[in-house]
């Protein structure tokens, strides 16, 4: 029955408690394999997606820990994680961080549960499939609100979530420096079951992001808090993590990262702005420092176009700062808002950087999203620059709008003031076309190549145009043309080299019936030195097959004109048509190939948002190469720190082991003279101990037996001996007994000594408490000099004194033993005595002298005939 009665209260409690939602998949990327699931099997992440296209497929981050998705156009990587089974309740949780800022709409698939690289349309997606897992569709789920806009570089947390008994599906999106609040997309009877997912955030058929991904979980039910998701942060891997132990393996992987990146980074296009020797960009008037962020802006500059729809990106290029050899970026704005318009004139805004100051970007482009729409008008509106001298100011070299496949027009540039320093500086040269950054090409290093541009030098008498006739063999849909000026094969700088002055561009297309029937004269007009920029010009879609262009006004070249170009590009939305052209040009046209072939000054060409997009990933990639060379010394550094920690360490274990060799064979070397003296005391107190013993014995029995008077003097005079020979005996033994090396011992020795030499009614003995004299251990060198020395003091005193009172005096004053010998006799000349001894050395006071040396004591010596003598003793111990 109580058995029955505990089932019921189990499944009671059971029924009421909530069940947590059990993690059934993690990644942290944190071990080196980016498809270990670290719970298990469950949702594993089966597949890595990269077309030919992607600069590198998805891979780890060695030093941070994270799942890397690389960006630019035409590339479609991801992670796909297949599952047990539908789930219809559940939790995705994971962090994001992206190089740059976008938009909502860029957020191409957080979730969603098919493998298709280009979704219909640009959105968030969730699984939608039945009960039994069969797919049946996506469900789109409503827009970001408000267009939310997140900022490149920092972390972003992502939840998605759905309750099973409501079907209530919530996404949050949140900055890692802002709190959890509601969710930023909700919707409600969504019948979806977790199946799969596909994690990648820059899977869009036109525009796609570099993102890293971290802490990656997925749980089994929508029971999990948010806040505590979002608590964990990224956890990716910091510096003060790592043992010592673990540095060295942490080098090796940065060492992996940073050839990736580098790696990376030579498939990037680079800047070269040798050739930039004018119109520099635009440069603000200078106004009056300020200390605080106005209310109202001090700068307005505004573009305008009549671009229709698709407007992508806006790109502000930072103007180069020409006084230095390295020529950083100058005057790039501080604080400012971008406001664009539409064509019906309605307001969004693209970023607000009133509240904090931007990144410095160098020189490289700070991009901004678009709206995806049209667009009429951009208005900068800028609330701090630079401050240089107490004035402040900012500058650009150049706007460029995106229009998804192509850099579109801006018509013009109006600003509010102006540093207006032509040929240098000018709000016209906001939108010139002229950029700091040299060629729209792709070359890892301007040495790696040979200029094979098209170059005609002619005599003086040359009137005519240059012709170019170029046949593309069948009708095209021609959106940009695109002239890239040449480079003089001399290798000198000579910017616009044989650029010509004028240019018609004549256009054609192929009728039904196979006529040529002329279309328009797009161009007629007088040119500017390009420098080293591209001219581009649009084609506004219109189907082509045959294009002239009619170059005049050639330059002189040293003395001769010259006509030089280094590409002729054609280009459609998302095709190349040159290198496919029929070339034609005046006169001989045996290398004319070398208009078309993909090349200018020896690199290839490429689309000038690939270009503008890949000096971005440049920016971005640097500085986290950066990092990690930074990252690296720092290892290194401590690396270096811990060894000669160690080292130290070992070399002072190695000492200590030495000295703990050294004490213990000094300690057995003691013990084993500890126990020799005591083995020679031993025998010389049973064997020498007892033959005195016998002798005294023998002598006492002759005196018995014998009166002959000479028998008993010589017994007599026999027993003395062998009593002064015991004595002696017995101080060698107290010598060799290590149990008497001690100061205390010592000093009763000395007592003993007195008792023993002195009659009892002549001495006076004064000494300090034994208590109070420490049982140091001194030598046996020490204790046989302080013995003999103060025999001799006692036995003068005793036998030559003809004292009736002879006082011993033994005083401790740490570290001093003060021995002091005063009788009251009949003295004698000291300096007499000394000079008498000096004939004999070996005796009296010259031998006291000596002993008193070898112990380091002071002897002091003070007698007078009659008056008595005082013998002091001063030693150290």
């Known amino acids: 029955m109580a058995v029955h009665i505990f089932y019921m209260f189990l499944i009671l409690?059971?029924?009421?408690?909530?069940?947590?939602?059990?993690?059934?998949?993690?990644?942290?990327?944190?071990?080196?394999?980016?498809?270990?699931n670290e719970v298990g099997e469950a949702y594993a992440l089966h597949a890595v997606q990269a077309n030919d296209a992607s600069l590198q497929s998805v891979r780890l981050n060695a030093v941070e820990g994270t799942a890397v998705f690389p960006g630019g156009t035409q590339v479609q990587s991801w992670l796909e994680a297949a599952g047990p089974g539908a789930l219809k309740a559940y939790t995705v949780s994971f962090w994001f961080r992206t190089d740059r800022a976008f938009l909502g709409f860029p957020h191409l698939d957080f979730f969603s549960s098919h493998?298709?690289?280009?979704?219909?349309?640009?959105?968030?997606?969730?699984?939608?499939?039945?009960?039994?897992?069969?797919?049946?569709?996506?469900?789109?789920?409503?827009?970001?609100?408000?267009?939310?806009?997140?900022?490149?570089?920092?972390?972003?947390?992502?939840?998605l979530r759905r309750v099973n008994e409501t079907g209530r599906t919530e996404i949050y999106c949140t900055s890692q420096d802002e709190a959890v609040g509601h969710p930023v997309i909700e919707a409600a009877g969504v019948p979806s079951c977790l199946n799969e997912i596909v994690l990648g955030l820059n899977r869009g058929k036109d525009v796609r992001y570099r993102v890293e991904m971290a802490n990656v979980k997925i749980f089994d039910d929508a029971d999990i808090s948010v806040d505590e998701l979002f608590a964990e942060g990224p956890q990716t891997w910091t510096a003060n993590d790592l043992s010592f132990f673990s540095i060295q393996q942490m080098l090796k992987k940065m060492d992996r990262e940073a050839e990736c990146l580098r790696e990376e980074l030579s498939l990037l296009p680079i800047y070269d702005d040798s050739l930039q020797l004018d119109a520099y960009g635009y440069h603000s008037s200078y106004l009056p420092a300020l200390d605080t962020v106005p209310d109202e802006p001090r700068w307005t500059i505004e573009l305008s176009s009549e671009l229709p729809f698709n407007f992508l990106e806006l790109y502000l290029i930072p103007?180069?700062?020409?006084?230095?050899?390295?020529?950083?970026?100058?005057?790039?704005?501080?604080?400012?808002?971008?406001?664009?318009?539409?064509?019906?004139?309605?307001?969004?805004?693209?970023?607000d950087w009133r509240d904090s100051d931007y990144p410095d970007p160098d020189r490289f482009p700070a991009r901004f999203p678009g709206t995806d729409s049209s667009l009429k008008r951009i208005v900068l509106e800028v609330y701090r620059g630079q401050v240089e001298g107490g004035l402040e100011y900012f500058a650009l070299d150049e706007l460029f709008v995106s229009a998804r496949y192509f850099i579109s027009e801006v018509l013009n540039v109006t600003a509010s003031s102006s540093f207006e320093s032509p040929p240098f500086w000018s709000s016209g040269f906001l939108n010139d076309q002229k950029t700091g950054y040299g060629l729209p090409v792709l070359r890892s290093s301007r040495e790696a190549y040979v200029a094979e541009d098209f170059i005609r030098?002619?005599?003086?008498?040359?009137?005519?145009?240059?012709?170019?006739?170029?046949?593309?063999?069948?009708?095209?849909?021609?959106?940009?043309?695109v002239l890239y000026p040449a480079q003089p094969p001399e290798g000198i700088v000579v910017p616009g080299f044989g650029f010509p002055e004028s240019?018609?561009?004549?256009?054609?297309?192929?009728?039904?019936?196979?006529e040529r029937v002329p279309i328009e004269t797009f161009l007629k007009s007088s040119l500017p030195n390009p420098g080293n920029n591209v001219l581009r010009f649009h084609g506004h879609s219109k189907m082509i097959r045959w294009i002239r262009f009619v170059f005049d006004q050639l330059p002189f070249h040293e003395g001769k004109q010259t006509?030089?170009?280094?590409?002729?590009?054609?280009?459609?939305?998302?095709?190349?048509?040159?290198?496919?052209?029929?070339?034609?040009?005046?006169?001989?046209d045996t290398d004319s190939y070398?208009?078309?072939?993909?090349?200018?000054?020896?690199?290839?060409?490429?689309?000038?948002?690939?270009?503008?997009?890949?000096?971005?990933?440049?920016?971005?990639?640097?500085?986290?190469?950066?990092?990690?060379?930074?990252?690296?010394?720092?290892?290194?550094?401590?690396?270096?720190?811990?060894?000669?920690?160690?080292?130290?360490?070992?070399?002072?274990?190695?000492?200590?082991?030495?000295?703990?060799?050294?004490?213990?064979?000094?300690?057995?070397?003691?013990?084993?003279?500890?126990?020799?003296?005591?083995?020679?005391?031993?025998?010389?107190?049973?064997?020498?101990?007892?033959?005195?013993?016998?002798?005294?014995?023998?002598?006492?029995?002759?005196?018995?037996?014998?009166?002959?008077?000479?028998?008993?003097?010589?017994?007599?005079?026999?027993?003395?001996?062998?009593?002064?020979?015991?004595?002696?005996?017995?101080?060698?033994?107290?010598?060799?007994?290590?149990?008497?090396?001690?100061?205390?011992?010592?000093?009763?020795k000395l007592l003993d000594v007195s008792e023993l030499r002195i009659p009892p009614e002549q001495l006076c003995i004064e000494v300090t408490s034994l208590k109070q004299i420490p049982e140091s251990s001194v030598a046996v060198q020490f204790k046989r000099d302080l013995l003999f020395l103060f025999k001799e003091i006692v036995n003068n005193a005793a036998k030559h004194s003809d004292a009736s009172q002879i006082k011993v005096a033994i005083q401790w004053k740490r570290p001093v033993l003060c021995i002091t010998v005063s009788d009251n006799g009949k003295g004698f000349s000291v300096d007499e005595e000394l000079r008498r001894q000096h004939r004999r050395p070996h005796l009296g006071l010259n031998s006291m002298q000596r002993r008193a040396s070898r112990l380091g004591a002071k002897l002091n010596i003070e007698s007078a005939p009659g008056e008595g003598t005082v013998v002091t003793v001063r030693v150290r111990t």
């Open 457 to 481: 030098r002619f005599p003086m008498s040359f009137d005519g145009p240059y012709i170019v006739d170029l046949d593309l063999k069948t009708n095209r849909q021609i959106d940009l043309v």
């Open 594 to 748: 070398l208009l078309t072939d993909g090349l200018s000054d020896g690199a290839e060409i490429i689309p000038m948002i690939q270009w503008l997009d890949g000096l971005g990933r440049r920016s971005s990639l640097s500085r986290r190469l950066g990092k990690v060379e930074a990252l690296q010394q720092m290892l290194e550094s401590r690396k270096e720190i811990y060894q000669r920690a160690l080292l130290w360490t070992v070399l002072v274990l190695f000492i200590c082991s030495l000295t703990a060799v050294a004490l213990n064979a000094i300690i057995q070397k003691r013990r084993h003279a500890r126990r020799l003296r005591q083995q020679i005391a031993t025998d010389l107190h049973d064997d020498i101990g007892s033959r005195m013993s016998a002798i005294s014995l023998a002598t006492t029995y002759l005196c018995k037996v014998s009166e002959d008077p000479k028998v008993h003097e010589r017994s007599g005079k026999i027993e003395r001996i062998a009593g002064e020979m015991q004595s002696s005996l017995a101080d060698v033994l107290w010598f060799t007994n290590s149990e008497t090396d001690s100061l205390r011992q010592m000093v009763g």
């Open 503 to 514: 240019v018609q561009i004549e256009t054609f297309v192929e009728s039904s019936a196979g």
């Open 319 to 351: 103007a180069a700062d020409r006084r230095t050899p390295n020529r950083p970026g100058y005057g790039f704005p501080l604080r400012f808002r971008i406001v664009s318009f539409d064509q019906n004139d309605e307001q969004t805004v693209l970023a």
């Open 13 to 36: 409690v059971c029924a009421v408690l909530p069940v947590q939602a059990k993690l059934i998949a993690h990644y942290n990327f944190s071990d080196g394999d980016l498809l270990d």
């Open 115 to 159: 493998t298709d690289p280009a979704p219909e349309k640009q959105g968030i997606l969730v699984p939608v499939r039945d009960c039994r897992g069969t797919r049946i569709g996506t469900k789109r789920l409503p827009d970001w609100p408000g267009k939310r806009v997140h900022a490149g570089g920092i972390w972003h947390h992502a939840v």
């Open 563 to 588: 006509f030089a170009m280094g590409e002729i590009g054609l280009r459609g939305l998302t095709e190349s048509y040159g290198k496919d052209a029929v070339v034609k040009v005046s006169g001989s």
